[in-house]
């Protein structure tokens, strides 16, 4: 059940990061004046994306494959692929994407200036974005 929702949330996930990159880049090159919506457009991302964190969580402490992982040892989970990826890369880099966006979003409230918001919120969540990418279970998605 987890699972299912943790996947399944991903793709409403990805879709409000992208929504939000490209809002921001779009207000960044257009020089275009920051309004509400473009806050709640990076605050919705960013939350979707803190909800998806907690999904993880209670799925990486449910899952048999990390309670095997605890079991044999980190130098098991080093040597199985599949085992290395959902214990220690998968987790490592979406917690890396999910602070990305959380600083980006505090600092972008920092700055003044339209320009300089845009280009702070299109920096940290493009990074982000890169590093969830990176790790995201492609074969589960497109095999089933």
Same mark, same amino acid.
């Given at each position: ?46 939350? =979707?994306? $803190?909800?998806?964190?907690? @999904?993880?969580? %209670?799925?990486?402490? +449910?899952?048999?494959?990390?309670? !095997? ?18 214990? =220690?890369? $998968?987790?490592?880099?979406? @917690?890396?994407? %999910?602070?990305?966006? +959380?600083?980006?979003?505090?600092? !972008? ?36």
């Amino acid at each position: 059940m987890i699972q299912t929702l943790h996947s399944y949330w991903a793709y409403l996930t990805l879709l409000l990061l992208l929504v939000a990159i490209f809002n921001a880049l779009f207000g960044w090159l257009g020089k275009n004046n920051y309004y509400k919506k473009d806050l709640r457009i990076s605050l919705f991302a960013l939350v =979707v994306l $803190h909800i998806q964190l907690l @999904l993880g969580i %209670v799925l990486y402490f +449910t899952s048999p494959i990390v309670k !095997h992982m605890f079991q044999e040892g980190m130098g098991m989970a080093m040597k199985d692929a599949v085992v290395r990826m959902f214990s =220690v890369e $998968h987790p490592l880099m979406m @917690l890396i994407g %999910v602070v990305l966006v +959380t600083i980006g979003f505090k600092r !972008h409230t920092q700055k003044v200036g339209s320009t300089a918001m845009f280009k702070t919120l299109f920096i940290y969540y493009g990074i982000a974005l890169v590093f969830i990418l990176s790790r995201i279970p492609w074969k589960m998605w497109f095999n089933g």
